[in-house]
Structures are given as C-alpha cells and as structure tokens.
C-alpha cells in the first residue's frame, strides 16, 4: 500500500517566514502549484482522503477539487506562542523560550503548543493505524507531518531536519509486507 502525502500550496505565511497560523490561506502561487499537483495526482490510485481541518489544506483539498475525511492527527505542530511570528522575533520576545527550543527542538514543548515528540506520537498512532488498510491512501497535508511521516519509516523522530517538502509536492510512503520505505519524495 501507499500513503500519498501532497502538501498544501504556498501561503501567506510561508512567504513571510512565519510560524503559521491556522488561517493562512494560500497564495496565487500556492493555488497554481496545486492545480499542477492535481494533473500529476491523475497518475496516482487511492481509495481514501484524509486531510488536515486548517484553512490552507481545505483549500489545497477544494482545489484538487477533492473531497475527504478530517483528521486532526495530520494537523501542522501548534507553535502556541511562537504563532505568527518570524524567527527573529521570537528569538527577540522569548529569548529564552527560543534558545531552549534550538537546543531541543525534538523534545521542547512550545508554550501553549507541541514538541515534534507530540507530533511524532499522534502521527505514528495514525499512520500504524492506516497501514494496516491494503488500499492506497491519500493524505492532505504540513510539512512538519511529512517529514515526521518520513521519520516514522526510520521509527525515530531525529532525522526531522533531514527532510525538506515543497509546497504543493507529492511524497509517498510504500508498505510492503511490513517494510516501510520512501518511494517519492517532492514529486512535482
């Protein structure tokens, strides 16, 4: 089986290098790089959508001109009070926040938000849970649950930084007789 993870369009927040919220909505670039996406998912076979309930995968699902199950285990890392902000101002209004989040980015619980180990953990329940299904399975969704999902084939969080997903990119996890491994990474 496969699980086809595509990442929303290009946001406004993206563009702006922030924290997103979860009402960034996506840009004119972010809408176009979805309807490339949508003439390469004709290539692809699936029997099951789940997508993330934030604005900017609503909108990449409503421009696949798809329709899907909500799942709140694939939504993006809450980043609670780093929300909105670029790097350099939370580095500005929560220096020490910040600097204990840089140190330990896997294990570091935001205030107000998530570690990428509460991610990671949500995520693996989920993803264990969909592989036991033999049909291909759609997934709309973040960066941060993609590169977390491509984690999981290595069962270990560590490798986050190791990952880089394009907006608007087609990645995909095989599962054959129990062995998981990465067949397409950034298809666009």
């Not at 790097?87 to 220096?95: A, G, K, L, V």
């Not at 709309?140 to 190791?162: G, K």
């Amino acid at each position: 089986m496969d699980i086809i993870m595509i990442r929303h369009g290009e946001t406004e927040d993206n563009i702006r290098k922030i924290f997103s919220r979860d009402n960034t909505r996506l840009t004119d670039n972010g809408i176009q790089q979805i309807k490339k996406t949508k003439e390469l998912l004709k290539h692809f076979n699936y029997n099951k959508i789940y997508y993330s309930p934030l604005t900017r995968t609503v909108e990449t699902l409503e421009n696949l001109e798809l329709e899907g199950i909500e799942e709140e285990r694939i939504r993006e890392i809450n980043f609670g009070i780093f929300t909105g902000k670029t790097f350099e101002e939370i580095s500005e209004i929560y220096p020490m926040e910040s600097k204990a989040w840089v140190e330990d980015s896997i294990n570091y619980a935001i205030p107000q938000g998530e570690s990428l180990i509460d991610v990671y953990s949500r995520l693996s329940e989920f993803l264990e849970e969909i592989s036991k299904e033999e049909e291909n399975i759609l997934l709309v969704c973040h960066d941060c649950i993609i590169r977390l999902a491509l984690c999981w084939i290595f069962d270990n969080p560590d490798y986050f930084f190791r990952f880089k997903v394009d907006n608007g990119s087609i990645n995909i996890i095989s599962i054959e007789d129990g062995f998981k491994y990465i067949k397409k990474l950034n298809y666009n």
